[in-house]
């Protein structure tokens, strides 16, 4: 079994979060389990598409964490880079100390 040393965040507009959800579930070979949760988020870049989230300066947004291998997260992110090319999505990876079941 390869080794769950990274946890790959990705954050997107909402409208985004199925499209990005299916990519997900279509590479069972990369991606072992994922959590969906909403949040809210702005940047200087984003367009902000209704006249709510202008007023407010932020959108409603998914964030999709995956504790997966580096490996396969490098070829998930080049995958969606390929595929999926969207300034609305962001990415981050940071280290995963140690990942396991308590039973």
């Keep these: 079994m390869k080794e769950m040393n990274c946890c790959l965040t990705l ?3 909402k409208s985004l ?5 299916d990519v997900l579930l279509s ?9 969906v949760k909403p949040i809210e988020g ?25 504790v997966m291998n580096l490996d396969d ?3 998930l992110i080049a995958h969606l880079k390929l595929n999926e090319p969207n300034h609305e ?11 396991g079941r308590l039973a």
């Design 11 to 13: 954050v997107c507009h």
């Design 17 to 21: 979060e199925e499209r990005l959800v």
């Design 27 to 35: 590479h069972p070979a990369w991606v072992r389990g994922f959590s």
């Design 42 to 66: 702005g940047s200087q870049k984003e367009k902000l598409p209704s006249m709510l989230e202008q007023v407010r300066g932020r959108s409603q947004r998914a964030q999709i964490d995956s």
């Design 73 to 75: 997260a490098r070829l």
């Design 89 to 99: 999505i962001a990415y981050w990876l940071v280290p995963v100390l140690e990942f």
